[in-house]
């Protein structure tokens, strides 16, 4: 069983309650309160410059130029891909990039973003990737869940969401995180397998928490 199947199984029961948490459910059934959606994108876009980060720190700590280019092709897929989607967005819903700025980050967003950068900072490439993985990973599994939902790819609002999360270039973009793990966590040893499950579990606990956080649009 390849190293990305067994972090899976770690994390399964916390991945299926996302998609019973309020933001979520309502997000696809296109109940939910367009504030709370306009909150959590502000969240989001910080967020995700952040997490760009992580992967830029994938560029620094490796010496391998394939392994380079991958990561710095990842701080491409998150700048000029995912978060074409939230300029989209906040186009919509009249955010700017200065509301953005002005915006301090709520107290989950910090945590969550701060041990990611954490995790880089003091680990490899593979730590790395283990940050970012469930945040990616999971993402596209709420995505290709909704995307079955009837009406959800039609909303007017939520529905260009749910295309992004369901789209072919996301799941490549997962996809090339999940080649990566699996490739670089081929012959480690147990004990930095226990470690990596620990980042792994935590990063999609704060997941959980981000949703929560948005749905209570809690500072
Ligand atoms: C908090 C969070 N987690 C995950 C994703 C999907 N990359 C996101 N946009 N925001």
């Not at 790395?128 to 596209?140: D, F, K, P, T």
Request: hydrophobic share 40%; proline share 3%; charged share 25%.
């Amino acid at each position: 069983m390849k190293l990305t199947e067994r972090l899976y199984k770690s994390v399964e029961d916390i991945w299926m309650g996302y998609l019973d948490q309020p933001f979520v459910k309502e997000l696809a059934e296109g109940t939910l309160d367009v504030e709370k959606f306009r909150f959590y994108m502000i969240q989001d876009y910080r967020y995700l410059l952040q997490y760009a980060k992580v992967f830029a720190f994938g560029v620094i700590k490796t010496e391998d130029p394939e392994l380079m280019r991958r990561f710095a092709g990842m701080v491409h897929d998150v700048l000029d891909g995912e978060m074409n989607v939230h300029k989209t967005y906040m186009a919509r819903l009249g955010i700017t990039e200065e509301e953005v700025a002005k915006t301090p980050s709520a107290l989950t967003n910090q945590s969550y973003t701060s041990y990611m950068l954490d995790v880089a900072n003091k680990g490899g490439p593979l730590e790395i990737l283990m940050a970012v993985l469930a945040c990616a990973w999971s993402y596209q599994v709420i995505g290709e869940h909704h995307v079955k939902v009837p009406g959800a790819v039609e909303h007017p609002l939520y529905g260009e969401w749910v295309q992004g999360y369901s789209s072919k270039e996301y799941a490549d973009s997962t996809k090339e995180i999940i080649d990566c793990v699996d490739a670089l966590g081929e012959n480690i040893t147990p004990e930095q397998e226990a470690y990596l499950t620990d980042i792994f579990v935590k990063c999609s606990r704060y997941e959980k928490l981000f949703w929560d956080m948005a749905y209570a649009m809690e500072m």
